[in-house]
C-alpha cells in the first residue's frame, strides 16, 4: 500500500461506483480503500488510518449515518461525505446532522466530488480549533463564550448549513467569520449580505446576479453574490427579510449547487457555504407564512445561537478594555480606563442592544469625560444619569466666532465647559484639523 498519498475509505456495495470512485482518486494521487459494508468499514477503520471516507447511504447490513455517527464518535477528526440518492435532500440533511462534512448525489458529478475531496483533504492537515491568528476573536472567558468557541471549531469541519440566532448585537456575523476562517474555505472569499438592506426587487439580482437587458436599469452583466462567494463562504444575514419568491429560488440553489442568473435560461454551478442568520424567531415566521418551512429545514441543518450579553455580564470587562482601547485607537489618544463604580454599573445594565449597545456607550462617555478615567456618571445609564441644569447665558451676550488663525484648545475647552480630551475626541470625530 503507497505510504506517500492520501489514504481514502470508499464505502459501498456497487461495484461499478467503486470502482468510478477508486479511479477519480486514483487521478488525484489518492490511495483508496475499499469497503461494502458497514462491517468491513469498521474493520478497516482499526486496520489503519484514513485522510478521508466516501460512504453510501444503504448499505447491505445498515445505512451510512451509523458509520458517520461511528467515526464521529472513535475518529472525529476524520472527515466523512455521503453518497446519496439523486435528489435525496432529506438524506443529505440528516447526514449533515449526524455530523457528516458534506454530501455528493448520485449519479456522481466528478468535479463536485473533486471539490468536496480536496476541501476534505485540505481540512484533514488543519487540526481542531487552529486559526489564524490574524482572523476576528470573540472576547470573553466565559462558560459560555467557551462553549461557543468549542462549537464554532467543530462547526468549521463541517460544509454543513448553519443558521446563527441571537439578538442584535450578539455577534451573529463575527461568528460566521470564525466559522469560515477556521475551515477548509479559509482561503476562499466571505461575502455578506444583510437582505434586509436591500429593496425586494433588487435582491434577486444580488444573490444570482443578472444578464445585461434582463430588466429596466440593467445596463450590464452583473455577477451575483453566489457567484462572487465561489470556493468560500456566503453569509445571509437577517434572511428572515426575503421575500417568499426569492426564498423558493435561494432553496432550489441551495437544493441544486447551482444558480441562474435573471435574464438567463442555464443554470451556473456554484460552490459556496452557505450561513445565514436572524434575530427572528424563523420557527414563528414560518407558522405566520412569512418564512417557507422547506427553506427553514434547509438552512437550519446546524443552529448555533450567540447568548446576549446579559447572560455573560463577566465578559464585560475584557469586552470594554478592547472597545475602548479601539476607540482610542480611531482618535489618536491614550484609552480611559473604567473606574470600580463603572464597571459595576455595566455589570448591572440589562444591554438590550448587547455588544453594539456597550460599544456606544463606552464611545459617548469618552467623549464626554472629563477626568482621567471614566466615572459611573459618564455611562449616562438610567440608574446614573445626573439631573443638570445648563447654566444661563449672561444677559445680552451673542457667540464669539472663533479667530480661524488661533487655535488655543485649552481655551476652547474652557469656554465650552469641556475637557481638553472631550474637545479633541469630538473635533477628530468631526474630521477638524
Not at 31 to 47: M, P
Not at 93 to 110: C, H, N, Q, T, W
Not at 403 to 409: C, E, F, K, T
Not at 418 to 429: A, E, I, K, N, P
Amino acid at each position: 500500500m503507497p505510504t506517500d498519498k492520501a489514504q481514502a475509505l470508499v464505502v459501498d456495495d456497487e461495484t461499478d461506483i467503486l470502482e468510478l470512485l477508486r479511479i477519480t482518486l486514483a487521478r488525484m494521487e489518492i490511495h483508496a480503500v475499499t469497503a461494502t459494508s458497514v462491517a468491513e468499514a469498521r474493520a478497516r477503520l482499526t486496520e489503519q488510518s484514513f485522510d478521508l471516507c466516501l460512504t453510501d447511504m444503504k448499505l447491505p447490513d445498515g445505512n451510512g449515518i451509523e458509520l458517520i455517527r461511528h467515526i464521529g464518535a472513535r475518529h472525529p477528526e476524520l472527515p466523512v461525505a455521503m453518497i446519496t440518492a439523486y435528489g435525496n435532500m432529506d438524506s443529505a440533511v440528516e447526514a449533515m446532522k449526524a455530523g457528516a462534512f458534506d454530501f455528493v448525489s448520485k449519479p456522481v458529478e466528478l468535479q463536485r466530488l473533486r471539490q468536496l475531496v480536496a476541501a476534505a483533504l485540505k481540512l484533514s492537515h488543519r487540526p481542531g480549533g487552529e486559526s489564524d491568528a490574524a482572523a476576528p476573536q470573540l472576547l470573553g472567558a466565559s462558560p459560555a463564550m467557551a462553549r461557543i468557541r468549542q462549537l464554532i471549531a467543530k462547526l468549521a469541519r463541517s460544509q454543513a448549513p448553519v443558521f446563527v440566532t441571537g439578538e442584535s448585537g450578539t455577534g451573529k456575523e463575527l461568528a460566521a467569520r470564525l466559522i469560515h476562517a477556521q475551515g477548509p474555505r479559509c482561503d476562499g472569499p466571505f461575502v455578506a449580505l444583510n437582505c434586509g438592506a436591500i429593496p425586494h426587487d433588487l435582491v434577486e439580482s444580488e444573490l444570482f446576479g443578472h444578464k445585461k437587458g434582463s430588466f429596466t436599469g440593467a445596463s450590464s452583466d452583473k455577477q451575483g453574490l453566489f457567484q462572487a462567494a465561489e470556493g468560500g463562504t456566503l453569509f445571509l444575514d437577517e434572511v428572515a427579510e426575503l421575500p417568499l419568491q426569492t426564498q423558493v429560488k435561494l432553496l432550489r440553489a441551495i437544493q441544486e449547487k447551482a444558480v441562474r442568473p435573471i435574464g438567463t435560461q442555464r443554470e451556473q454551478p456554484v460552490d459556496v457555504r452557505l450561513i445565514s442568520a436572524s434575530h427572528r424567531d424563523l420557527n414563528a415566521e414560518v407558522e405566520r407564512g412569512r418564512f417557507r418551512q422547506d427553506l427553514f429545514y434547509r438552512i437550519n441543518v446546524i443552529e448555533l445561537r450567540m447568548p446576549p450579553l446579559r447572560e455573560r455580564s463577566e465578559d464585560i470587562p475584557a469586552l470594554a478594555d478592547w472597545l475602548l482601547a479601539r476607540i482610542a485607537d480611531k482618535t489618536a489618544t491614550a484609552p480611559l480606563p473604567l473606574s470600580p463604580e463603572a464597571l459595576a454599573t455595566l455589570a448591572r445594565h440589562p444591554f438590550p442592544g448587547n455588544v453594539r449597545e456597550l460599544e456606544n456607550i463606552l464611545e459617548r462617555a469618552t467623549a464626554l469625560c472629563e477626568h482621567s478615567r471614566i466615572e459611573a456618571a459618564d455611562l449616562y445609564l438610567p440608574e446614573t444619569t445626573p439631573v443638570t441644569t445648563a447654566p444661563a447665558p449672561p444677559p445680552d451676550s451673542a457667540p464669539v466666532p472663533p479667530d480661524p488663525m488661533q487655535w488655543d484648545h485649552a481655551a476652547a475647552a474652557r469656554r465650552l465647559g469641556m475637557s481638553q480630551r472631550s474637545l479633541h475626541y469630538r473635533l477628530t470625530r468631526l474630521g477638524i484639523e
